[in-house]
């Protein structure tokens, strides 16, 4: 681990990336059964050492391992947690349907599920660090079918007890950077929500000796600010660009003080954010003098995953500029 | 136990695509205008499949499906001259997205939407079928678009209001019997009550061109908070209709302190977003509760939200146990 981390306005991803072609190949033998689990982690290999070779070119300091084994957020998961079965297509947009799956039994951790591609993405990272991401237990079973709880609140708890597993083979496998992904809870912004994820939050990182991250993206999150304040988390990583930074005012109103996930990259635009408009929005929270800019992560506002490959690398290329420029102007770089 | 209460049942509103309409819609967006009578011939026949459900399950009136809508707003925004559509975002509390309307002038309509689709199933149903029509309310129109037109979202509120009275009136007069209109933004967490009672405003210039016709609004996804709900009273519907599943005893309580101000009260008991079948007696016990709090002469049962989110062969089964348990209950308390 030769690599040292800038002093201030460090510069990292969400997690995914688009998928590379050696991926959807991979994706498809093992759902056809043409390979085994371990096979299928080894042939996307290839696709995580592009994703790498990107973001090294782009200069970003903590990456992730590109999120290439996963077609879906829940559904690769789902597919590797016992109680879990396939499910029936569901609508997400237009024509866009993905197979939502079914709780069926009682919930249980099956061993590993991304340890794999983790270690394999730390290997290559010429020393930088990798984030651990996984997908967070309330967005898990909101975006599944539940035929045995009954009750969102225990299964969020219990789905929370299974991802601890998960996230104590991380840490002991060397993990420092811990992230889950909680997209679902923007869309309930009500305190008795912010509770259940709080207690399931509690059950997965109590004790974890590692960075402990919550990302959380596109919704009225100003509602539930207070209490994502009180969250067991050393970061919130936050989405600003697409709604414009107006969480700002919020953030400083409420006394913001954890580290914060800031988000400067559209990942729903296709136009490539130019260097000075970057360090204009890294200005406006420097200027609202909310955080130290020590306390002040750069990265997208949430996954690449649904850009072209050349699109993403670019405005990853910018952003690592624009931190960098930045800090130049506050005297933490020559 | 003898009931002074009529029960009926109906499903909220639409109902998922069958695996053959999806390859149909994608084989249209890969070959363009080839695969088009293809599509209408599947969405034609799959239509007939839903109604045929929702007779058999003996519901009230029947929906088409909107099984061809992408969303509950794109068929209106897409015939509507001065609106374009754009990028997506989330519907409420769902993992569903809609495309964003953007309204770039005052908006008129290139066709209309309701009246051809209600005069297909007006050809093919016997007269005794009561044909239910439904669009989404103005309020939730407005605040899930954009509003580039230089008016205020009021001006644009009344706007959208008047258009789809049109569809309305057209609607009728084509043979629809019963209109609801969904206004799930009522029950938002941005919802404001100086907002509701202008909204409310605008929802009765939609049930003012349904003229004999039935009049539902549909509040699906939460409940309204109680500053918010004294507004919706104000609503010139004969039946609100309200989300039990979501929040069972706000719902309960908001009925108890609040009333239904001489509506008839739509009960959204059979939860239209997870595949889970309700067992009889919870739903049996969940209508006790309700009627203790509801004095009016006729309840409408229905599923908590349309019926597009879980898979098609569920829905199917949700409709039936909607029509089986409201019989059961009902014959229960006649006897």
């Known amino acids: 681990m030769g690599y040292q981390l800038p002093k201030a306005l460090i510069t990292t991803v969400v997690g995914s990336y688009p998928k590379m072609p050696e991926a959807e190949e991979a994706i498809r033998k093992r759902k056809r059964g043409e390979i085994s689990e371990e096979e299928f982690h080894e042939a996307v290999k290839p696709a995580i050492k592009a994703v790498i070779s990107d973001y090294l070119d782009a200069g970003i300091d903590i990456l992730s391992d590109g999120e290439q084994s996963r077609e879906d957020m829940v559904v690769y998961f789902a597919e590797r947690i016992k109680g879990y079965e396939e499910g029936d297509w569901v609508r997400i947009f237009d024509n866009t349907y993905f197979r939502k799956p079914v709780i069926v039994s009682k919930l249980q951790y099956a061993g590993p599920m991304a340890i794999a591609d983790w270690k394999y993405a730390q290997s290559i990272s010429q020393g930088r660090p990798v984030k651990a991401i996984i997908t967070g237990p309330y967005t898990m079973i909101d975006w599944s079918f539940d035929l045995v709880y009954g009750d969102r609140r225990e299964a969020v708890i219990e789905m929370a007890k299974v991802l601890r597993k998960e996230l104590e083979e991380f840490v002991k496998h060397g993990a420092r950077y811990i992230q889950v992904d909680e997209p679902a809870f923007s869309t309930r912004p009500y305190p008795e929500e912010a509770e259940i994820l709080r207690e399931a939050l509690e059950i997965l990182f109590k004790g974890l000796d590692a960075k402990k991250i919550i990302h959380i993206c596109f919704g009225r999150i100003e509602k539930v600010l207070p209490y994502i304040l009180d969250f067991p988390v050393d970061q919130v990583d936050l989405e600003m660009k697409n709604s414009n930074f107006r969480l700002l005012p919020y953030l400083k109103e409420y006394g913001f003080d954890k580290e914060l996930g800031y988000g400067v990259i559209d990942v729903h635009s296709l136009r490539v954010e130019t260097v000075e408009e970057i360090k204009e929005d890294i200005r406006r929270i420097l200027t609202l003098d909310i955080l130290p800019p020590e306390k002040i992560y750069i990265d997208p506002d949430c996954g690449l995953k649904r850009l072209p490959r050349e699109i993403a690398k670019a405005k990853l290329r910018n952003m690592v500029q624009a931190a960098k420029e930045v800090r130049r102007e506050l005297g933490y770089e020559d | 136990m003898v009931f002074d209460v009529e029960f009926i049942a109906d499903v909220l509103g ?208 939460n409940v309204p908070s109680p500053d918010i709900y004294e507004r919706i009273l104000d609503v010139k519907a004969k039946t609100i209709i309200l989300d039990f599943v979501d929040a069972f005893e706000r719902g309960l309580k908001l009925v108890r302190e609040k009333g239904v101000g001489g509506h008839e009260l739509g009960a959204g008991v059979i939860e239209a977003r997870n595949i889970y079948i309700e067992p009889y007696e919870r739903f049996a016990s969940q209508l006790n509760a309700i009627k203790s709090v509801y004095r009016g002469d006729r309840l409408l049962v229905t599923t908590s939200a349309w019926l597009d989110l879980i898979p098609f062969h569920y829905a199917v089964e949700k409709t039936r146990i909607l029509g089986h348990y409201t019989t059961r209950y009902a014959s229960a308390g006649a006897r």
């Open chain 2, 14 to 221: 639409g109902y998922p695509r069958s695996a053959r309409l999806r390859k149909a819609l994608r084989k249209l967006e890969e070959e363009g205008e080839a695969g088009l009578a293809e599509v209408q011939r599947v969405v034609y026949e799959d239509m007939l499949v839903v109604v045929g459900v929702q007779l058999g399950a003996g519901m009230y009136s029947v929906v088409d499906g909107m099984l061809d809508w992408h969303d509950p707003l794109r068929p209106f925004a897409e015939a509507w001259r001065g609106v374009y559509i754009d990028g997506l975002l989330r519907w409420f509390d769902n993992n569903f997205f809609y495309r964003i309307p953007v309204f770039v002038e005052e908006p008129d309509p290139k066709r209309f939407v309701l009246a051809p689709r209600v005069k297909t199933l007006r050809s093919i149903l016997p007269d005794w079928a009561r044909i239910r029509v439904v669009v989404p309310g103005p309020y939730t129109f407005t605040k899930l678009s954009k509003n580039r037109t230089g008016r205020n979202d009021r001006e644009l509120m009344e706007i959208i209001a008047r258009l789809l009275a049109e569809e309305v009136r057209r609607a009728v007069e084509a043979g629809a019997s019963v209109v609801q209109v969904d206004e799930p933004m009522f029950a938002d967490v941005d919802a404001k009550p100086d907002e509701a009672s202008e909204a409310v405003e605008a929802v009765n210039i939609v049930f003012k061109a349904a003229g004999n016709a039935e009049t539902r609004l549909a509040i699906p996804y």
